[in-house]
């Protein structure tokens, strides 16, 4: 996980909670469950141990991905972007030249990508594609669902 992830202040502010939550909660409430099915007698046949075992294995590694992401954070303020070029965190409206759409998206991090509110990652074929880009400019971009163009119509916050 050496690569930077770019954040708004909000989205690492609920990282922060998340992982302090998994830390304080969840994890005292693993070790508990652990606790609970050991004393439930012989450890070679006992599901509900290796479950728990199991549930706190995977605990621990989302704890350890979320304590990367907030190393490699980078909180990006919306104030300081130049929206003379697409990038993260800027919205960019765009028309697919192939069938006339015209959509607005959000560049975001993986992180913050949700399609149904708009907000596309910056590591996805759309959002790469489209970094860089100045209004009146043509992205071509590969997808999965093959190669798509899009004219760049507006930049903004």
Do not use: C
Not at 113 to 132: D, F, Q, R, W, Y
């Amino acid at each position: 996980m050496a690569s930077t992830n770019y954040v708004t202040q909000d989205t690492f502010e609920k990282m922060q909670q998340e992982l302090q939550h998994l830390k304080s909660v969840e994890r005292p409430a693993a070790s508990k469950a652990i606790a609970e099915a050991r004393e439930k007698g012989d450890l070679r046949e006992n599901a509900e141990y290796d479950a728990a075992k199991e549930a706190q294995g995977m605990l621990e590694a989302k704890i350890k991905y979320l304590e990367g992401v907030i190393a490699t954070a980078r909180i990006l303020d919306e104030n300081t972007i130049d929206v003379s070029r697409v990038s993260i965190l800027t919205r960019v409206t765009v028309t697919n030249m192939a069938t006339k759409k015209t959509v607005t998206w959000q560049i975001v991090s993986e992180k913050e990508a949700n399609l149904k509110e708009g907000k596309i990652s910056v590591t996805s074929p759309i959002g790469g594609g489209l970094l860089g880009k100045a209004i009146g400019d043509i992205a071509d971009v590969q997808a999965p669902a093959g190669r798509m163009q899009f004219r760049i119509e507006n930049i903004t916050v």
